[in-house]
């Protein structure tokens, strides 16, 4: 099936460790994007990238970090240096230029 | 950057009854505007779009209509069922290209009631 598929669904980490999500897709989609959701706060764009080796900040940018080696992957990672890393995250992906996302299912982290 | 205004926060409706989400949004050089379902523990799915050149779409029972004078947009879903209960977001483009993915609103929490 064509889809997006994050992982793990689940994840808890200790304070002061890095964590990486994982983000999958071949839906053959040219661009990536990262959401963090919080209760009553929507989705806010973390980073994103159009193109492989190419990516941007996007609103909330401090303590993560991304790459895009191949056009298939997009993994975040949440750095110690993120406050307040407890949160649902979103990632999506589109073809250039039509707006529509396609999301995958979410990874929740707790950080205990 | 865009910013994208949803109201109400939470709309509880009677089943058959119908329901209005509004948003507002501040670039005037967006030209589309899609709302997004979400069902609690999953990911957002599109639910309907328009753009910018229409000014209603409809698709069964839900509809979204289009008012670029007055920069706001709203979703319309008639006769409800249980199974619309969920928390839906409007969105329009951060960037005008929408290359630089989607600015959402804060999502509306709608609940069917029996």
């Known amino acids: 099936d064509g889809g997006i598929t994050q992982s793990p669904k689940y994840l808890f980490r200790k304070e002061g460790q890095n964590v990486t999500l994982s983000c999958e897709q071949n839906?053959?989609?040219?661009?990536m994007y990262w959401y963090r959701q919080d209760p009553g706060q929507g989705l806010r764009l973390i980073y994103y990238?159009?193109?492989?080796?190419?990516?941007q900040k996007g609103d909330i940018a401090e303590g993560y970090s991304v790459s895009r080696e191949k056009k298939e992957s997009f993994p975040l990672t949440v750095t110690s240096a993120q406050k307040n890393p407890t949160a649902f995250y979103l990632c999506?992906?589109?073809?250039?230029?039509?707006?529509?996302?396609?999301f995958g299912e979410g990874s929740r982290l707790t950080v205990l | 950057g865009e910013n994208v205004e949803q109201h109400p926060s939470t709309l509880s409706v009677q089943e058959g009854d119908s329901a209005v989400i509004k948003c507002t949004y501040s670039?005037?050089?967006?030209?589309?505007f899609p709302w997004y379902k979400q069902e609690l523990g999953k990911g957002p799915q599109l639910i309907i779009d328009?753009?910018?050149?229409?000014g209603e779409k409809k698709d069964q029972r839900i509809a979204v209509t289009l008012n670029k004078t007055a920069k706001h947009f709203s979703l319309h879903i008639t006769e409800t069922q249980p199974e619309d209960s969920a928390v839906y977001f409007c969105?329009?483009?951060?960037?005008?290209?929408?290359?630089?993915?989607?600015?959402f609103g804060k999502g509306t929490h709608l609940i069917i009631q029996p």
């Open positions: 999506a992906s589109s073809w250039l230029g039509t707006g529509e996302l396609f």
């Open positions: 839906l053959n989609h040219d661009a």
């Open positions: 670039d005037s050089a967006s030209n589309y």
């Open positions: 990238s159009q193109i492989v080796n190419d990516f």
């Open positions: 969105a329009a483009p951060a960037g005008g290209g929408g290359a630089d993915g989607l600015t």
């Open positions: 328009i753009r910018s050149n229409v």
